[in-house]
C-alpha cells in the first residue's frame, strides 16, 4: 500500500493517519484484517516508527483499529454495522460520567483580559453586535475549529448565543415544530426539557455501550437526531467510529438532520479530538453545537452553533431578527482568549493533567 506523504504540509502522523482511515471506511482494510506492521510502514513512508506509532494509536482512539498482542493493529471498524443488526439489544452496564480534573480556567488570566479589552476596545463595547454574533468572535471561532476539530467552515455559518439551550430553541424555530426529533436515553436533562417546552414530538433512543443502539435507530420516526457522539452526559458514553458513521448513514435518507453536541470534546485524552460528525459529512445536513461552559467557566453563558451552507439563508430569513444575546464585551474577551492562545494553552494544560492522572491509575 503506497501513501503519499508530504513532509512540508501539517503533522506527518496525521497524513497517514488520515489515508489509513480512509483506507478502512472503503474497506482496502475490511474488518478482522491487520494493518502494516509499524517497521514495515514507516520503511515505506520513509518516516520513523514513533511517527507511524501515532497514526496508529490515533486510530485506536477513534475505534478504527485496537492493537492486539502478538497480533499488531486489527480492524474493528465495519461499514455494515447497524440497522439490521439486533445485536445490540441485551442488557449493558453503562458507566456513568466522573469527572475529577480540574478544569477551571485561570481567573488570573480573565482578569487581565477583560482590562485589556476595556482599554483597548473603549466606546467599541458600547455597540450593539451584528444579530449572530461579533464578526471578530466568529472569525476566532472559525480558525479554531480548522486547527482543531478539522472543520473548515465560512464565517456566515457560525451564530453566537447565550448558551446550549437558548441555540437548541433557535434550532427548533429553524428547522421546524412540526418534525420529530430524537434524542439519546439518558441524555443531558436539558435537552429534553427544551424539547418539551416548544411542545415537539420527540423519541427517546437507548444508548449501549458504543453509542445508539441500532435498531432503535432504524425504527424511528424521527428525522432530526439530537447526538453527543464525544461524551454523552451523564452516561459518559462515546460513540465509536462504526457507530458514527451509522449516525451518517441514517441521515443521508428522507432530507434529515443531525444535531452534533459536542461539549467537552476539548478535553479528549487523545493527541487528536475524536472527528466529529460534521466533518465526515458530505451531505451538509449536520448542525454542530458547543459552548465555552466547561472549557472556561458556565457564568460565561457562551455557546455557538455551526450551519450547514444551505441553512445559512434560510436562518438568516426566518430568524435574523432576532438579537445576540452575549454582551458584546464578553465577546470580545472570549476572542482575545482564542487569539492570543490563552484559551488553547489552557486546554492543553488540562489534557497533559488528565494523561497523567490515567497513567497513574494504571
Known amino acids: 500500500m503506497k501513501y503519499i506523504i508530504d513532509k512540508e504540509k501539517r503533522p506527518v502522523y496525521l497524513q497517514i493517519y488520515k489515508q489509513i482511515r480512509d483506507d478502512i471506511i472503503s474497506e482496502i482494510y475490511p474488518f478482522n484484517t491487520k494493518l502494516p506492521s509499524k517497521r514495515g510502514l514507516a520503511e515505506e513512508t520513509g518516516v520513523s516508527t514513533i511517527t507511524i506509532e501515532h497514526a496508529y494509536a490515533l486510530l485506536c482512539d477513534e475505534g478504527y483499529v485496537e492493537a492486539r498482542e502478538r497480533s499488531g493493529y486489527v480492524v474493528i471498524f465495519r461499514k ?6 439486533s445485536i445490540e439489544h441485551h442488557t449493558e452496564h453503562i458507566t456513568r460520567y466522573n469527572e475529577n480534573t480540574n478544569t477551571q480556567f485561570p481567573i488570573s488570566v480573565i482578569s487581565k483580559t477583560m ?3 476595556l482599554s483597548e476596545r473603549g466606546e467599541l463595547l458600547l455597540e450593539k453586535s451584528h444579530n449572530c454574533g461579533c464578526y471578530e468572535l466568529r472569525q476566532a ?3 479554531y475549529l480548522a486547527r482543531n476539530r478539522g472543520i473548515q467552515v465560512d464565517v456566515e455559518q457560525i451564530v453566537i448565543g447565550s448558551g446550549s439551550e437558548y441555540l437548541y430553541g433557535l434550532i427548533v424555530e429553524l428547522l421546524g415544530r412540526n418534525r420529530i426529533y430524537a434524542i439519546e436515553s439518558p441524555s443531558y436533562k436539558k435537552i429534553e426539557q427544551v424539547y418539551k417546552a416548544a411542545e415537539i414530538a420527540y423519541d427517546s433512543l437507548p ?3 458504543s453509542g445508539i443502539d441500532s435498531k432503535a435507530l432504524s425504527e424511528t420516526k424521527a428525522d432530526i437526531l439530537h447526538t453527543t457522539p464525544y461524551r454523552s452526559y451523564p452516561s459518559g458514553v462515546t460513540a ?5 458513521h451509522e449516525y451518517i448513514r441514517w441521515s443521508e435518507q428522507n432530507n434529515r438532520y443531525i444535531i452534533e453536541d459536542d461539549f467537552e470534546s476539548e478535553f479528549a485524552v487523545s493527541t487528536k479530538p475524536t472527528e466529529t460528525l460534521f466533518a465526515l459529512s458530505e451531505k451538509d445536513n449536520v448542525i454542530y453545537l458547543n459552548t465555552f461552559s466547561k472549557t472556561i467557566s458556565p457564568s460565561l453563558r457562551i455557546g455557538y452553533m455551526v450551519l450547514p451552507k444551505h441553512l445559512v439563508e434560510v436562518f438568516h430569513n426566518k430568524l435574523g431578527f432576532y438579537s445576540c444575546t452575549v454582551p458584546t464585551f464578553m465577546q470580545y474577551v472570549l476572542t482575545e482568549l482564542i487569539n492570543n492562545g490563552d484559551f488553547e494553552r489552557h486546554i492543553n494544560r488540562v489534557r497533559r493533567n488528565k494523561r ?6 494504571k
Open 80 to 85: 455494515s454495522d447497524g440497522f439490521a443488526s
Open 115 to 117: 482590562r485589556r479589552v
Open 141 to 143: 471561532i472559525c480558525h
Open 207 to 209: 444508548l449501549k455501550s
Open 240 to 244: 465509536t467510529a462504526s457507530k458514527r
Open 356 to 361: 497523567k492522572e490515567l497513567a497513574s491509575e
